[in-house]
């Protein structure tokens, strides 16, 4: 259960569940339980916000090793 929001994105990191067909029967069985679909539509409204904002991103990519160390 715990694995299964890892996989959720599958296809935004270039995966293919074809190519694992036991993990793809299992995604599927999780993802038809009502408690997976009821948590997932509760979630709806954070799942579409950025998870990182504009300001956040600076500060986690806009950092070299010279502006680290300031």
């Known amino acids: 259960m715990a ?3 890892w996989v959720v994105p599958w296809q ?3 995966q ?3 190519d694992f067909p036991s993990l793809k029967r299992w995604f599927e069985t999780i993802a038809a339980r009502p408690a997976t679909i009821r ?3 509760k979630g709806k409204d954070l ?3 950025p998870s990182v904002t504009e300001e956040g991103k ?3 990519f ?3 090793a010279r ?3 300031r």
């Open 3 to 5: 694995s299964y929001p």
């Open 12 to 14: 935004r990191q270039q």
């Open 16 to 18: 293919n569940l074809e």
């Open 39 to 41: 948590a997932y539509e």
């Open 47 to 49: 799942s579409v916000r």
């Open 58 to 60: 600076k500060i986690l």
């Open 62 to 64: 806009g950092q070299t």
């Open 67 to 69: 502006s680290g160390s």
